[in-house]
């Protein structure tokens, strides 16, 4: 009898509690290296864009980086969970720079993704005429591209809705240019 009772109150009790006790892991989705290698400055560096149309020279100083996880929601389990489900973190970098009146400014952002790679964007802002939006990465790279004599290698290609952007791993932000007409509209100085 004694054994009976056992297994009609106490087995499913230590059942549920063991069940409710099971946590699923905290999920950490990494930049690669790939990913890391696109920011190219550290905070105080400078680099410099041709504004074609005006030729002016803009001098931009990188003013902040940022390296960091945020919280995406629960890690849940494909199984049925009956304890605290962990959370998912996605790590990103980026850096943000602008020239010395803050007129032009942008921020170079990479992000990892769930399924291994990584996203990449570039937000131009403020003087930067009617970019006022977001350049992505959408998996094309270029071998190689001649920007006054200059040869450079493995170019990604960023488009907005009426512009490509070059950029390289060696020198950030190299070529915007306009699609309608292939118009250079900022190169870069070395």
Same mark, same amino acid.
């Not at 306009?178 to 870069?188: G, K, N, S, W, Y």
């Given at each position: ?14 059942? &549920? ?5 099971? #946590? !699923? ?8 290296? #790939? *990913? ?8 105080? =560096? ?7 149309? !005006?030729?002016?020279? &803009? ?5 902040? !980086?940022?390296?960091?996880?945020? #919280? ?21 970098? $980026?850096? =943000?720079?602008?020239? %010395? !009146? $803050? ?8 992000? %990892?993704? #769930? ?13 930067? $005429?009617?970019?006022? *939006?977001?350049?992505?990465? =959408? ?7 001649? &920007? ?31 699609? &309608? ?8 100085? =070395?």
């Amino acid at each position: 009898m004694k054994m009976k009772y056992f297994f009609r109150f106490f087995l499913p009790l230590v059942v &549920i509690i063991s069940l409710k006790s099971c #946590k !699923t892991d905290d999920t950490y989705y990494n930049l690669s290296q #790939k *990913a890391n290698d696109l920011l190219v400055y550290d905070v105080d =560096e400078t680099f410099r864009l041709l504004d074609v149309s !005006t030729q002016e020279t &803009i001098t931009f100083d990188v003013v902040s !980086t940022k390296n960091d996880f945020y #919280k995406d929601g629960p890690n849940v389990s494909p199984l049925f969970s009956f304890g605290p489900t962990g959370k998912t973190y996605i790590e990103y970098g $980026e850096y =943000e720079f602008s020239d %010395a !009146t $803050e007129c032009y400014s942008g921020i170079v952002r990479v992000e %990892a993704n #769930k399924v291994g790679g990584f996203e990449f964007e570039i937000y131009l802002g403020n003087c930067f $005429e009617d970019f006022g *939006a977001s350049f992505r990465y =959408e998996n094309q790279i270029i071998p190689s591209v001649s &920007i006054d004599g200059v040869l450079y290698t493995n170019v990604y290609l960023l488009s907005s809705n009426t512009d490509t952007l070059y950029y390289s791993k060696e020198k950030g932000i190299l070529q915007i240019i306009r699609d &309608i007409d292939q118009q250079v509209r900022f190169t870069i100085i =070395e």
